[in-house]
């Protein structure tokens, strides 16, 4: 059974760093596009950053590049979204999700993800 289950959020001041984890079971995800997606209350889940297969190629939303960097370190099958200089708009729910099929390349679309953890809270205090 595939299973992703998301840690590291948490409470930070604005400019203030975090970095979150998603580890991934259930199959090896190195041949799967790996995501972040956040969703603020009474907002659309929103799509953040997304990672290739084996993690050469990112994609960012322009709300967080410059700030936000996705990774995966795919021998521990986990993903990681390194998060500095917070904003409260940055503060969601924020999930980690996996492609339901090999080898395509990573999208901001929701639709390609099939696989998704239960979520962390990042708050972003002013």
């Known amino acids: 059974q595939v299973q992703l289950v998301e840690s590291g959020g948490g409470l930070v001041q604005a400019g203030g760093s975090l970095r979150l984890s998603c580890a991934a079971s259930g199959r090896t995800f190195s041949s799967y596009a790996m995501a972040w997606f956040r969703q603020a209350p009474g907002k659309e889940r929103e799509f953040v950053a997304a990672?290739?297969?084996?993690?050469?190629?990112?994609y960012s939303a322009d709300s967080v590049k410059g700030r936000f960097t996705v990774s995966r370190d795919v021998a521990k099958n986990t993903l990681y979204l390194q998060m500095n200089s917070l904003k409260p708009d940055d503060t969601a729910v924020y999930y980690c999700?996996?492609?339901?099929?090999?080898?395509?390349?990573?999208?901001?679309?929701?639709?390609?993800?099939?696989?998704w953890g239960q979520g962390t809270q990042v708050t972003v205090s002013s």
């Open positions: 990672i290739s297969l084996g993690g050469s190629s990112t």
């Open positions: 999700a996996a492609d339901r099929v090999a080898y395509r390349a990573p999208t901001s679309s929701r639709l390609q993800y099939d696989y």
